[in-house]
């Protein structure tokens, strides 16, 4: 038998609920026969109704409490009041009152405060007598009818008269009932919404106020004698003499009733729950991780929930997010500040005491949300809800109650995510720890289980229970918690499981290795099988409980087939403790109970007090190596009690099965990868590091260049070989099977059910490598060996997913390399799906590795493939914006952005990220126009400095490269610090301003936020503000450092390459863990913090998506591609090449081309109007001057208006603009630069024609005063004629007009201009120059012969024209023949250029003028002063004979020159032109003719035809330029790139090497002849010169009719000022000579309007004339005679500067003419450039662009013949950008050209053919098209 003592069990704690507010069931006492109301425990009465004792505990309040239907955690009923009670006895027994001493605590509890002292003796009384009565003794055997009824017995025998007085007006009664707390909220509301009749609801209600008690029935029955006066004497009449049991059986069915549709209830309150919060659709369509991790602008905001249907989206963005409030489900209140102040000024308002009740009523109990989202959410949500609760450290719901079917869930696959890390007792002395999966962990489990109803919350008590001294957390959710009030509605039998996990520290830790804590939500009676669940699996269940009666007794007894061990917490009050004490007793050999299975708990004991005795029972029970039992094998006890288990569905298991058939085999992890995932391995680190290789060269030794190059190609054909002769093993095909299905859920079944295995076989393995290691350190020292290889083992110890996602990419890898060699067909393919399959699995949230962690390397080809499958996938809407993370390993970088966006990154301490993953994440359709992109890219890095790496050489540059990368890739970078590392700190800052520098000068410039972790003060930000500077002050100095080490010759600050403030820029945010781990919850403000830093980040999106376009996957692509190739290098910024950067460029250029052509256009139309203005208008008169000051405004303008345009297309939002923005400066200097030419060539060709003008002036003046008298003459003839008697004829008139003309002539003598010998002049002048040179050129001028002797084709190369000293000295560098070939290309060059300034000269129709010679002379000085040529060393012969030729040709055209200028300007000549003219007027005069059609026909014929002409000669020039820049083959002349990119592939269709030689030896000379070639098959193909001939006549005929019938309307009287003004009006457009003038005005008296008409009459006859003329013009022809020439404007559009590459020759093709840095897309071999090895005088394969990354060296004459590195050309030749080729296929266009044609060359340049490494020798046609395709980025351009 048990004693009736047991041992106090602490202090109870405080009712949660408050007290004293709902109604108190007094707990009697009584000795054999005494009826007891038996405790309901909110359990509808199930059998027989027993009537045990009810034993009353002592409260520190003073009050029995036993209100029936209270639980733990508040589901709704009003917690107890209190009453006086007696004092707690200062003893360890049990302390119980006697049966007299608590009836008279009873009777004055039973009292209403109103009572006065006589109705209080009164009760007294009845109660003696009734005591009196009962037999000493306990009875189970039923109760005896007292002789006064209980208020209950009234309400039981009075039914039926009680349903008829209520039924009348229940509504009435509810209110009174509610009023005086009776009833609560909710079940008012209950029964108001009671769709049945009122007498049904009248016996709900009679049920619901029997199950609350005696007192509730007292109450009950109070409220209605005041309602309805006299009713209880009514109904004490009425029930005297009924029988008690049959009123109790009708009560009994009708609770029978209540019970017998449970699940029906239950479905409709799901139904109502799920309608509450607005989810009914979500119980079918679940949510799922995708879509609640989508970017939704509600997602982006902090705000409190304020209606209800806000509550489980705000509970799963704050959970996700790690936010420890997530559970609150308060929502928020607003209230105006006027209605505020409105209700200050009233008086206290009765509605704030119904305030608490209000928020009950319109609020969600926090675990009803839970059970209510777990059951709207797929599995692979709920895992996630799970997994982030336990890193919140809430407790877990272990078993759902029934939701959605009739059975409870068991959570076993929501939990196996879950991971935890703790160090048991037995491991704390060797610093060990464990880590293992949460479901696979054996443990003890304590479950925790109420019978009946509390006064206190089991919950609340859980939460002490488990927590640490002075670190206090809410494990349980409770009464006293946010929400917790709120009555339960679905969540009754839940059961919640929370653990305690030690850490090793034997002082504070409470327990010395894990236990589990289950915890049952509701009666134990209500959820049977829970709790039969619980006693099966755990390892002790306590039992709550405040007393035991005959219906526990009868529950309990049903366990004693039951294996489990139970204790009892019993909570008392003072009273009679003898029932529970028996009932107990009885127990005790059923449930193999002792006393130390009972714990006593009294209602006012110390609580902590009581938590340390639960803890010591608890410890005693684990030390007893109790039954351990892990979650994963609950599921099969849960299957025998018919609890369905979460991953029991069919495509779970399935997936299972199928990830077994692969992790079933992995044992020995380093042994599986080499056996099962052999590409990976060895092969794929060779391969990384030949690829490395080939960009590096740094093992080349004295191998030659590309010889080198083939090799490495070689070995790396040849690993791809191996790799793609692999068959794919077992495991890879069962996993390819796995993620193939169509159905999303079976391949996230599948992808889980890998990670889980895997991981488990990971741990294991690292857990045996870490101990073996531990060991042989102990043994052996850190030198030893084999410590060395078992840390190695460890390191590699790691199998994930990503290493089988990464052998099908090494499989597709080698595979595509095959097809690409031609060693495979396209038809064998058999891994083409692996991108697609892949592609679906971004798009459903699964991570792809973008960097491979263990080989440091990127599978360029299987990313590219599977992003643009993937932006196919997503028809092209796929603007991405991408976050990276970078930081020191173990920092929380992976946390920070899984708590941030919700996501998955591994964070385990085994598992550190390697390499680098990203994350898709989609933005909601209505947030894409907002913010700009579709996509969030997030990518988790690898840790900077991390220790595995630390001991390789090249752990700094790992670093380096990686930095560079992610944050090249990078819209925001989180740089993640840890401030209490003030050295890692510096390193990482080191390598992040080195990757920002290089981002800068290749014009991306990323935001960067620097995040200061476990920084929690709240005057951090303050206080750090010194450490912000003296960071800004770092971030400079290294910034420094980074430039010198990138070579930059600037000084540089941080701010110059981003945008910092340091004030924005930085976050400080707190440690992750409130305590210490493993029991540590998450920091509330580190999540808040974290949440802050993401909304500033989306601020922040919205801003740049305005300014800068976002990437889309395609730019992604490309910017991966280029930052790879170039970080592959060791210069980065001098090795990036971006077709993204160069397609912007490419676009700038081409837009500066329209521009510049535009300016120059503009020009050339402007200069030839001043032309005709300054030879229609004398020198002399003013308005000739003003052109001077209309040219520099004319000038000004066209600059700004080209700095106008770049400004606007900077700021017109272009795609990738940005990238361009660093050649800006370029382009502007190129606008002056063009001005300042344009200016030059403006002022030359208007000086050039008033000089040419002023030359004429004297004769113009000699010639008018010749007209004068010989029109004198004329007019005296005339008269005299006319004064004969006889009419001569037209033969008497000639010979008179003869004899007049003659005599006039002797009479003025006409002055002949002097023909003068120019060549003399010009010889003199070259010796003049040639004379202060030195003996050396006196004495080749003296051997010199005439000038008249040299021609331009007479010029020969002599081997003395070159310095042989010099090359003695500067030896074996180049041969004699290269250094002949140079100095002929030189002369040819100069000559050339010298010619045209000739020509052009010659052109002029001017007379010659001796500064023509000097700038020759200074053109060729020029030249010849320049580096490039003194490094020549020519000797003096070189320049004397040069200077000889060109002047020699320069006399000739000059003396040409001079005699046809006096052959047109003779005054002799030009009077005789005039004599026909004379004689025709002299004529038509005599014989009275009607001249007017003549002289229109003249003026016509002799006046307008030549300067119309010359105005079509003018103007067509510049008409074919815009034609060809218009018409289909524009695209050739955009940009130099597009130029070159045409010249190459034409020259590779036509494969005419004699083209090549020439486009090779003579670039320039090339370009032009190409240009002319391309413009004449043009218009001979079309013919729509003509029609440009027909536009300019038409528009310059038109404007002639207009100017003509403009002057008509102005009434001109005399035919002469008509055509004054006529020649005023056109003096812009049309040359109309004075001479051809003279015949018409002279003694022309024709009516103006019949000239003018006449002359609109022959206007058609002339523009035909004129076409006519211009047709029969052969193309070359009529091309050579315009001024402006559209081969050479073109030509200046192409050719840019003309410098070529100084090792192989190749034209910079840089946009605009102010350039700094020349650069070329793609090199040659420098052979082309007629390099030739010294001694064998083969021709020299080697690419400049190969060999500047290689370990080469060169010498030249700039070297002055020393080796010098070719890494460091830039020494000798800064302005050249030499890049590294962008693949290993970008130089196979000249390599094939080489190949192909590599003995004509030989023969060509004198040498001997190249020996070519062998891989050139299959470069084929196709593929060098190829390749000069990806070198232009032209991949559409098609093979003719």
Known sequence: MLMSGAEKWGAATSPEGGNGVGSLDPSVSSEAGKEVEKPEAGMRPSGREAENPEVALPSS??????????????????????????????????????????????????????????????????????????????????????????????????????IEILHKDLELVLDDLISQSIITEEEYEALDKLEEDTKKKVRKLLILVQKKGKRACGQ?????????????????????????????????????????????????????????????????????????????????KESTPCTIEDLPWHFLRRVLALNVTARSTRLEMETSGDQRGKEEKKKIDESIFLSIKMDERDSVNPLDVLCIILLCSD??????????????????????????????TLMLWAMRDIVKTWRPHSLADHRGFKEESLVLTAMPTISFVRMGSLSFSKSKLLNEFLSPSQQHHDFFLHRDMEGGNVPREIADGLVEIAWYFPGGQKSSDLFAEPVAVANLHGDIESHWVQFSFLSEVSSAVFIFVECIGEREFSLLSSLKESAAEYYFILEYHDGNFNETLDFLNDLAPVLKLSSSHILAKPANSNTAKSVEQLRSTVGRIISAHPKRVSIDNMAAVARELSIQVDEDCQECQDARCCALKITGDVQDIAKYKKEMLKLQGDLWRNLARVEKELCRMERQGDTPSEEYRSELKGKLMLLCQQQNECNLTMGLINFILGIQPSQSAKKQYFLKWMKFNLDYVVRANIAKLQAEYKEKCKLLGDDDQKVTEIDQLISSSSLGVEHFMRELGQFYEAECLMVREGKLSKNNRQFLDFPSIVADLMLEGFPLELIDGDASNIPLQWITDVLTLLNSKLRSRSKLFVITVLGVQSTGKSTLLNTMFGLQFAVSSGRCTRGAFMTLLKVQENLIQELGFDFILVIDTEGLKAPELAKLEDSHQHDNELATLLIGLSDITLVNMAMENATEMKDILQ???????????IGQRPNCQFVHQNVSDVSAYDQNMRDRKHLLEQLNVMTRAAAKMEKLGRDIKFSDIMDYDPEIHNWYIPGL??????????????????????????????????????????????????????????????????????????????????????????????VSEQETVIQNTSPDKPDCQNWQRELQQKLFCGEQQILKSLNEYFGSGASNLHLAEKYREDFVRSANSLKRELESYSYNKCNDAIHIKKGRQKIDTLQTKYVKVIEGKVDRLLEKCRKEECRLDDEDLRREFERMWTETLSEISPIRLENRPIYTDIELCLKKDLSHRGSSFNQKVQEAKSLLNYRINSFQMKSEYTNSSFWDHVKNMVSKQDRWCKAEELAKSLMSKCVKYINEKANSRGDYDETYCVELLHIISEKLQQREVNNLCTTPSFEVDLKFHILGEAARSFQKMHEDFIKENDPWVRLEKLKPQYFSTFTDLYLEKDAHQTRAKNFCDRCLHLALVDYVNKRLGIEIVDDVLTSTQSIGYASRSFFQFQVL?????????????????????FVKSWIWRQVSDHYRKNGDLKNLENEILSAIVNKIREVLKNLMHKGVEKLSELLEMFCKEMQKELVISKDSLVGIQFKNMSNPSQFVACVENFLPDLQKQILSEFDALDLESKLSKL????????????????????????????????????????????GLGRIRWEHTEKLVCELCSTSVVSQCRFRNAETGGKWHPYKDYQDYYPEWHIQPDASINASDYWKFVFKEFSYHFALFYNAKPADLPEDWKNITQEQALEALKETYNMKSAPLS
């Open 61 to 162: 309040q003073g009050s029995a409490v036993t209100n029936q239907d209270a639980t733990e955690d508040g589901n709704g009923a009003q917690k107890p009041g209190a009453a006086a009670g007696c004092p707690e006895k200062a003893t360890n027994q049990f302390s119980l009152a006697t049966a007299e001493d608590l009836a008279e605590v009873q009777i004055t509890r039973n009292m209403p405060e109103s009572s006065t002292a006589e109705e209080r003796s009164c009760l007294r009384e009845t109660d003696q007598n009734r005591k009196g009565a009962v037999s000493p003794g306990p009875s189970r055997q039923g109760s005896v009818d007292s002789a006064e009824l209980s208020a209950d017995e009234i309400i039981c025998k009075g039914r039926k008269r009680l």
């Open 220 to 300: 009950f029955l109070e409220c209605l004698e005041i309602t309805y006066p006299g009713v209880n004497l009514t109904l004490r009449c009425s029930v005297h003499g009924c029988s008690s049991l049959a009123q109790r059986d009708e009560v009994q069915q009708e609770a029978e009733q209540e019970e017998k549709h449970p699940a029906k209830e239950k479905s409709k309150a799901i139904k109502d729950m799920l309608t509450k919060l607005k989810l009914e659709m979500n119980q079918s369509k679940k949510f799922s991780l995708q879509e609640v991790l989508e970017i939704r602008s509600e997602s982006l």
């Open 379 to 408: 599995s692979f949500l709920q895992q996630e809800i799970l997994s982030k609760m336990s890193m919140c450290q809430f407790a877990l719901p272990l078993l759902l109650p029934p939701l959605e079917t009739s059975k409870c």
């Open 991 to 1001: 390598i992040v301003t080195h990757a920002f520098l290089r981002m800068e000068e």
């Open 1073 to 1166: 863990w409130h305590g210490v781990p493993p029991m540590a919850s998450v920091n509330r403000g580190y999540s808040e913090k974290v949440f802050e830093l993401k909304k500033y980040l989306f601020e922040f999106l919205r801003e740049r998506s305005v300014k800068k376009s976002p990437k889309d996957i395609p730019q992604f692509i490309e910017w991966i591609k280029s930052l790879w190739n170039a970080v592959k290098h060791e210069n980065f910024i001098f090795s990036f090449r971006n077709s993204l950067i160069a397609e912007a460029y490419n676009q700038l250029s081409t837009k500066y081309s329209e521009w510049d052509w535009g300016f120059r256009r503009e020009m050339h139309l402007w």
């Open 1545 to 1565: 592939k034409e020259l590779l269709e036509d494969r005419n090497v004699n083209n090549y030689v020439r486009y090779l030896t003579a670039y320039e000379e």
């Open 1683 to 1726: 001024p402006v020439k559209p081969q050479d404007e073109i030509f200046k559009r192409v050719f840019g500067c003309g410098k070529q590459c100084p090792f192989c020759q190749a034209p910079c093709e840089a946009g605009g003419s102010a350039h700094k840095v020349h650069f070329a897309a793609v090199h040659r071999p420098e």
